[in-house]
């Protein structure tokens, strides 16, 4: 199997680039609205947000940002099949203008902008993105009627175009049940509280690019990206930064776009989609490991288990497993600058150290 990726240095707003109907799952990360590192990118997108901010207007700021970021929400309904998911990883913000301290709520902004845009709202999932910083105390401290409490979990908002997706052809069938995950990562992934993403993402980029772009962990695009789609799926980026959607991507045997306006992050995610050659090798080997370790325990408890793999010698709990294949990245080769291509290889049971 082969798969394509590619980075293109655009502005997000106008996917001229892509076809409609032409993308199976957006999987993204947009700069948060009214977080202070990114008021100089909003201001290049529309000049009045400076303006609202130097003005004391958080309000003001607030909607005319979000207007920005509903055009590439347009964008995305445009070139999603129907029955594509849309995945917007997102954090809410906290912010003092001209005195007075409040939240933004990013998250429940931009559910009203893909309802409005046709979108079906799905059932989301929050993940505890714990903070570092020595203090996490915001107002008064101890005393109470002053004091704040610290957010440290973000949303995922999941949406569909349209009704659920359709698998009619017999080797779309197919596809379909390769792509399957196992029992117990269905029981981790499809919690809407995920609470185990911390230390799980792999250091893909160096740090300055990742304070730029605020990356996400890898694990967290892996699952979506293998919840949400199957093998040969087309999954796009509008806000690619150092680029972890695109590794997940690759790492899972899917194809895959990336838009990025920063050419200096699309450097750095060009060297980030290099690496996950290797990444996504150690993430099949891992599933395979787990599964192993999860077959063994349950033996122990005495639990039964009446369905075999028909590719791995291993028991699986559900008969949606039987087919279940899980592909790795084998070799990439850049073919033009910014423009991967790479084979992938069934993963055998202890192949892959």
């Keep these: 199997m082969k798969t394509c990726h590619q980075v293109f240095f655009a502005d997000a707003r106008n996917l ?37 901010l130097a003005d004391n207007d958080g309000a003001g700021a607030f909607e005319l940002i979000h207007l920005e970021l509903d055009k590439i929400w347009r964008e995305c309904f445009r070139v999603l099949r129907p029955g594509g998911i849309a995945c917007i990883n997102i954090g809410d913000a906290v ?9 933004y709520s990013n998250h429940a902004r931009i559910i009203q902008a893909m309802s409005a845009i046709g979108f079906v709202q799905l059932p989301d999932i929050l993940w505890r993105k714990p903070t570092n910083a020595p203090n996490k105390f915001m107002g008064s ?36 049940r390769e792509s399957a995950f196992f029992w117990e990562e269905r029981n981790l992934w499809f919690s809407d509280l995920w609470m185990d993403l911390k230390g799980t993402g792999q250091e893909l980029a160096d740090r300055s690019s990742r304070e730029r772009s605020a990356a996400y962990p890898f694990e967290l695009a892996y699952r979506l990206i293998c919840m949400h789609s199957v093998y040969g799926d087309v999954v796009l980026d509008p806000f690619l930064g150092t680029g972890t959607t695109m590794a997940a991507a690759l790492a ?27 990444v996504g090798r150690q993430r099949a080997s891992a599933r395979l490991a787990a599964h192993r370790a999860f077959i063994e325990s349950r033996r122990e408890a005495g639990k039964g288990i009446k369905h075999h793999s028909s590719t791995y010698a291993f028991p699986v709990v559900t008969s ?34």
């Design 16 to 52: 001229d680039q892509l076809a409609d109907r032409s993308v199976d799952l957006v999987v993204t990360s947009p700069p948060y609205p009214m977080i202070e590192m990114w008021d100089g990118a909003f201001a290049l997108m529309n000049p009045r947000v400076e303006g609202a």
């Design 95 to 103: 912010r003092t203008v001209a005195g007075n301290f409040q939240m």
């Design 141 to 176: 401290g101890m005393l109470p009627a002053g004091a704040y409490v610290t957010y440290e979990h973000e949303y995922i908002l999941i949406f569909r175009k349209g009704g659920r997706r359709a698998f009619r052809t017999p080797e779309e069938q197919r596809i379909r």
């Design 252 to 278: 899972s045997g899917r194809n895959s776009v990336g838009i990025e306006l920063d050419e200096g992050l699309g450097r750095a995610a060009r060297d980030v989609v290099k690496e996950a050659v290797a």
């Design 320 to 353: 949606q497993e039987i087919d279940l294949v899980i592909y790795a990245p084998k070799c990439l080769e850049e073919v033009v600058p910014g423009k991967f291509e790479a084979e992938h290889e069934v993963v055998p049971v202890g192949s892959i150290g």
